[in-house]
């Protein structure tokens, strides 16, 4: 367990456990670095948020937790510079209600960094540290805009690229699909080596299994056809000549009969 001898055990008890679910659990856009050696001054990145000249950017900040927290409010500071009417032009504190009079025990540190956050989003122009972009923030927000874009291009730490979803997923689906190809084309290879033609199921069609008794509407004279069975362990090709031969030998040995009736039925005749 962290030792300080700014805050008592049963703080630093409860700052562990906030701090743990800060690193599990992070706000959206925040991100909470740890010191396990000292719990008196925590060091956090919060992103721009989209939308504010602000945006694309990640400011680093620290809260400093004094003897007597949680009875009194951490003092906070941008690390980063910025262009901020909340945020002193010199050493970066931080002026907020929330740091200031409306400070209760109750509040963690959660609230007090969403809360840091949402300034970037709404500055109070009524409390301001940096008088000059409070009064550019109420006389001509464009120009105000337009100087704390420069600071967030100039200052600002550049946020990680994010990979977008289903990366991941299409890229193991282009893998699969490698190997696949490369399989086809080994067995491909392997049968024009032994001179059989065996042909190959599609990866992703579903076992088959044609059934032979449709070879029943073939007229006799037809070339011979083949039957696949497509499974799990590969094809196999089944030949329907011999069936064919069967049947025109039936047929042939029906003819004959007939035709010994009638050559029997002619000598019948001539006797008479």
């Not at 562990?16 to 599990?24: F, G, P, R, T």
């Not at 670095?33 to 680093?60: C, K, L, M, Q």
């Not at 299994?209 to 056809?225: F, I, L």
């Amino acid at each position: 367990m962290a030792t300080n001898e700014n805050l008592p055990p049963n703080v630093i008890k409860q700052l562990a456990k906030e701090l743990k679910n800060l690193d599990e659990t992070p706000p959206e856009g925040i991100r909470v670095g740890v010191n396990d050696d000292d719990f008196s001054t925590i060091f956090a990145d919060i992103e721009g948020p989209a939308g504010t000249p602000y945006a694309n950017g990640v400011f680093r900040m620290k809260l400093i937790l004094g003897h007597d927290f949680p009875y009194s409010p951490p003092a906070g500071y941008f690390l980063t510079k910025i262009f901020h009417p909340n945020v002193a032009p010199k050493n970066g504190e931080i002026c907020v209600n929330t740091l200031k009079k409306d400070w209760n025990p109750g509040l963690g540190l959660r609230h007090v960094l969403i809360v840091v956050r949402c300034l970037l989003i709404e500055p109070f122009p009524g409390s301001a540290l940096n008088e000059q972009a409070g009064k550019m923030l109420l006389d001509d927000y464009e120009e105000y805009a337009r100087h704390a874009r420069i600071y967030t291009d100039c200052h600002a730490i550049k946020p990680k690229p994010k990979f977008k979803n289903g990366a991941i997923s299409e890229s193991a689906t282009a893998l699969n699909v490698d190997q696949t190809n490369t399989s086809v084309l080994s067995t491909e290879q392997k049968n024009g080596a032994t001179g059989a033609a065996v042909p190959l199921p599609s990866p992703l069609a579903p076992a088959t299994n044609t059934a032979v008794n449709g070879s029943q509407d073939q007229p006799t004279n037809a070339a011979p056809s083949k039957v696949t069975e497509t499974g799990v362990s590969g094809s196999t090709t089944l030949s329907t000549a011999p069936m064919m031969k069967n049947k025109e030998n039936v047929g042939l040995s029906k003819v004959n009969a007939d035709k010994k009736k009638i050559d029997a039925r002619k000598k019948s005749l001539k006797r008479l």
